[in-house]
């Protein structure tokens, strides 16, 4: 099985920066890609940024040049950078992993609340 756990979130001002981790366990070792996504109320579930296993990143547009997404392998856990942050960012943001043995199937941490207000 795989365990998501998600931290780092919070009550940040406009302009400001948080650190989002998520760390995995269970059986990993053959992970295909991470990535984070997000979803605000009332609205659908979207991608905010992925990695592959190879390191390729791809970022939603709306977040470019503000968020970083890296990975720490011998830690199993994927980080998100945000800087520059906005009210429109202010959503529940969880982490997803896919695994090469059941690409299609999507495991998901239990999110974590990041609220952008002044």
């Known amino acids: 099985q795989v365990q998501l756990v998600e931290s780092g979130g919070g009550l940040v001002q406009p302009g400001g920066s948080l650190r989002l981790s998520c760390a995995a366990s269970?059986?990993?070792?053959?992970?295909?890609?991470m990535a984070w996504y997000r979803q605000a109320p009332g609205k659908q579930r979207d991608v905010v940024a992925t990695?592959?296993?190879?390191?390729?990143?791809m970022y939603a547009d709306s977040v470019k040049g503000r968020f970083t997404i890296s990975r720490d392998n011998a830690k199993n856990t994927v980080y998100l950078q945000m800087d520059s942050l906005r009210p429109e960012d202010t959503a529940v943001y969880f982490c997803?992993?896919?695994?090469?043995?059941?690409?299609?199937?999507?495991?998901w941490g239990q999110g974590t609340q990041v609220t952008v207000s002044s």
């Open positions: 990695i592959s296993s190879g390191g390729r990143k």
């Open positions: 269970g059986s990993i070792f053959d992970i295909r890609a």
């Open positions: 997803k992993l896919n695994r090469v043995r059941d690409l299609n199937r999507d495991y």
